[in-house]
């Protein structure tokens, strides 16, 4: 079946303007993840949906960062007034979710650059 | 904090032979899940091997298995037959917190094949 898609692969912007980054996890998985990789920070988890719910928003660096899930499935990132610290790449993972944590499926990224 | 150390940043592997990535991690935790994923240069992270902690059996997947040592929180990773396709990052990540189930990933080691 299908894997974990994320649209733009890759997306320059300006610094100040908003960006939205989109995940389409796999049928059937109810949890969603994103998560930053950039040199200086390695890999961080960002945020985590259990259906339409962010239970936990402790991970996401500023509020110019916020996200949403809509019907279970799609999420969007989105990031307002981005700064060149925002340069990373953003990566999106599924899993089965409930009281089992399962194995997550991630996406293939999306580079944002901000110039 | 929760901490990830992969002590060695880079490693190499002469084809067929075997290489032994190291991870050792701190929580308080007693039951967690352990995985190993693997980052080749196309950014697509891949699911490697999975360990449940409260499973005293070493996990194995072909040619991937891991020495987990519970008590003293290392959780290594024996790639035997080594191949021009294990070359990549590799990311050892605990995963805590009951069901939200969000990996706290280490700083990689960067594995190179020799053939």
């Known amino acids: 079946g299908a894997g974990v898609s994320q649209s733009p692969s890759n997306k320059v912007t300006e610094k100040g303007k908003d960006v939205e980054l989109r995940c389409d996890p796999i049928?059937?998985?109810?949890?969603l993840y994103w998560y930053r990789q950039s040199l200086g920070q390695g890999l961080e988890f960002l945020i985590y949906f259990q259906g339409n719910s962010a239970p936990d928003k402790s991970g996401l660096p500023s509020d110019r960062f916020s996200a949403e899930r809509t019907g279970g499935s799609v999420s969007t990132l989105t990031i307002q007034r981005t700064q060149q610290e925002d340069s990373a790449v953003y990566l999106c993972?599924?899993?089965?979710?409930?009281?089992?944590?399962?194995?997550?499926?991630f996406g293939p990224g999306t580079r944002l650059t901000v110039t | 904090a929760q901490t990830v150390t992969q002590s060695q940043p880079e490693m190499s592997v002469q084809e067929a032979e075997t290489v032994t990535l190291s991870c050792t991690y701190d929580?308080?935790?007693?039951?967690?899940?352990l995985f190993w994923y693997k980052q080749p240069p196309s950014r697509q992270m891949i699911l490697v091997i999975r360990q449940e902690a409260y499973k005293q059996q070493n996990a194995t997947e072909n040619r991937f298995s891991v020495n987990f040592q519970k008590a003293a929180k290392s959780f290594s990773l024996k790639i035997s037959d080594s191949q021009l396709g294990d070359a990549a990052m590799y990311f050892c990540a605990p995963s805590y917190g009951g069901s939200q189930g969000n990996l706290i990933f280490g700083k990689g080691t960067k594995l190179s094949v020799k053939p």
């Open positions: 993972a599924s899993s089965l979710g409930g009281s089992i944590v399962y194995e997550q499926y």
């Open positions: 049928s059937g998985h109810t949890a």
């Open positions: 929580t308080s935790e007693s039951d967690y899940y």
